[in-house]
């Protein structure tokens, strides 16, 4: 449960109190950005844009899945955080590997849809937590902060329309579910990931692991 954080006093000792009996919330973050979005707002005076945003997020099914857990919108970027115990009660996406199916398949069906005109292409980057905390600054509202929500932000810098971003704990989560299933790494979903790239992101004080999956 999301818990509240307001307190009037600087050197409050229920602040102290509340911080220092903070449980980590492990989980996936995910944060998905429409593309041309912005561009299309300049280029129509009739505001069609809405539509489109509309209608692609309403055709993003892991939003509609977990509504309560789209916790971050800016522009028409939006986050998504799912904690683990929530994946694994889920009907339709009860593991890492099943999560990423249905992403990857949105972004390919939006890729290649014939009615380009009601729909914006997407950018996705995924990132496996375990230092994020539910939190949040304003009354009423459910978020989650800590040092895995900034990297998965910095993670979108490596998006494109045609690949999904995820970081190198995610991809080993995976995998994982492949093996389970008993499934083969070179048929299943992942046959066309990447290499582990490393990149130093801003702010962040250690070398980040990530893999790109292509969509075809």
Not at 61 to 71: C, E, I
Not at 108 to 113: K, M, S, V, Y
Not at 160 to 180: L, T
């Amino acid at each position: 449960m999301v818990k509240y954080v307001n307190f009037r006093n600087p050197k409050s000792a229920e602040m102290q109190t509340l911080i220092d009996n903070l449980e980590p919330v492990p989980g996936v973050c995910i944060f998905i950005d429409l593309i041309n979005s912005t561009a299309d707002k300049y280029k129509d005076n009739k505001n069609t844009w809405i539509k489109k945003v509309n209608n692609t997020f309403n055709f993003i099914s892991v939003l509609n899945q977990f509504p309560n857990y789209v916790v971050k919108g800016i522009g028409d970027e939006m986050m998504l955080y799912l904690p683990d115990s929530e994946l694994v009660k889920n009907n339709a996406f009860s593991n890492y590997l099943s999560l990423l199916g249905e992403i990857y398949a949105t972004v390919d069906t939006l890729i290649n849809h014939p009615l380009k005109e009601l729909f914006y292409e997407c950018k996705v980057g995924i990132h496996y937590c375990t230092d994020v905390y539910n939190i949040s600054f304003f009354e009423g509202a459910n978020d989650y902060y800590g040092k895995d929500i900034d990297s998965s932000a910095r993670l979108m810098s490596k998006a494109r329309g045609d690949r999904i971003v995820m970081c190198e704990a995610f991809c080993n989560k995976v995998m994982q579910d492949i093996k389970n299933s008993g499934q083969e790494t070179e048929k299943s979903i992942m046959a066309n990931i990447s290499k582990t790239y490393i990149e130093d992101f801003k702010g962040v004080p250690k070398p980040f692991e990530y893999r790109v999956l292509e969509i075809e």
